[in-house]
């Protein structure tokens, strides 16, 4: 605690992301994609000219959006790009949630949200999920300030489709709906096509699951134009440089290569099936998931000893320490080797 700080920072609880460990462990913990990003951003970076980072990049970012609304089928003004969604969702806190109703988001999704909260000063209400840990869309009230949740889920997996939320968004036409879709990409259903109909919706996606780029820090923003023009007024009082150029070239080769992105997010779903067989096998529950993770427990032992078990035996996992979680794992999918020696590990645990 230092004396520097204003009162508000001193009240902060930053976010605490999955440990990025120095040592050579199985990494199951933060939702990367185990293939590499495609070919075509390997080719990009490699014909990028150092020279191009002399200049500013363009503060519309245009190329990238234009490439990310034809993906989408939207117009490039319905499009607002940032450094990860992490910052397009910041960006949209500061936007839209700073009002005097409160939020309302569920008890279980992801912990960004509450941290976003404090530091914005947005007030939140938190609404259970359904007796299946699926996003209880028929909570969220009418006249809420706000309603935002990730689609599919984080970090429970499940998915709403988009009739759905056509439903939810009949239901709440006065306040923003943030539909956080960083996951959707592994057998989700994209709310984006019902931008054209319902002016709050904003959702928001990223190149850091299923594009493998992470490290890259970039996502986006779908939406109307007085939702994204919401966006900008935010963005330019701040940094009107929405990203870089490096990003900015690689993201536009990555959207370009439709048959790696397809390959990829396939080979992960069906690792995720075949881990999930094998994990129910060895007693775990594990909820239903259209993500790029499962979400386990063993109704034999405990979750915190497993998390344990596994980093002394290589397999970085995730476990939250809160009362909701306790007693489940996280578990990224990786490649089937690394899930191999996932099983393999529990086996050896579960005996
Ligand atoms: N939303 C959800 C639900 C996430 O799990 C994550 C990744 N931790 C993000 C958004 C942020 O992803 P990024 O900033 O890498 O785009």
């Known amino acids: 605690m230092s004396k520097f700080w204003s009162p508000e920072v001193r009240e902060l609880t930053p976010y605490v992301p999955g440990e990025q460990p120095r040592e050579r462990l199985i990494k199951l913990n933060t939702n990367e994609n185990p293939y590499p990003p495609a070919p075509a951003v390997e080719a990009a970076l490699r014909d990028f000219s150092a020279d191009h980072l002399r200049r500013y990049p363009d503060p519309t970012s245009f190329a990238l959006r234009e490439a990310l609304a034809e993906e989408l089928g939207v117009d490039t003004a319905q499009v607002f790009v940032g450094n990860g969604s992490d910052e397009v969702l910041a960006l949209a806190f500061q936007a839209f949630f700073r009002q005097p109703r409160p939020l309302s988001m569920p008890t279980i999704s992801y912990s960004f949200y509450p941290v976003y909260c404090r530091l914005y000063g947005v007030e939140r209400r938190t609404h259970p999920l359904d007796d299946q840990w699926r996003v209880d869309l028929d909570a969220f009230p009418e006249e809420a ?53 319902f002016p709050n919706l904003l959702v928001t996606g990223t190149f850091s699951k299923s594009r493998s780029l992470a490290g890259l820090r970039l996502g986006y923003a779908v939406g109307s134009r007085e939702l994204i023009e919401g966006l900008e007024r935010v963005k330019d009082s701040f940094n009107s440089y929405p990203v870089d150029s490096l990003a900015s070239a690689l993201g536009i080769a990555s959207l370009g290569d439709h048959e790696h992105f397809d390959a990829c997010r396939e080979a992960v779903i069906t690792t995720r099936e075949r881990t999930r067989v094998r994990l129910e096998t060895l007693g775990f529950q594990v909820l239903p998931s259209q993500t790029n993770f499962l979400l386990v427990s063993h109704p034999a032992f405990d979750a915190a000893q497993l998390f344990v078990g596994l980093r002394e035996r290589g397999v970085l996992v995730r476990h939250f320490n809160t009362d909701a979680l306790r007693d489940h794992l996280r578990i990224s999918i990786g490649t089937d080797d690394e899930m191999d020696s996932l099983i393999e590990a529990l086996e050896s645990l579960c005996r």
């Open 145 to 197: 300030g706000g309603v935002i949740f990730a689609n599919p889920n984080a970090p429970t997996g499940h998915g709403h489709g988009r009739e759905a939320i056509a439903r939810l968004l009949e239901r709440i036409t006065d306040s923003v709906v943030l539909v956080d879709e960083a996951y959707v990409d592994f057998g989700g259903e994209s709310a984006a096509p019902l931008v054209e109909r």
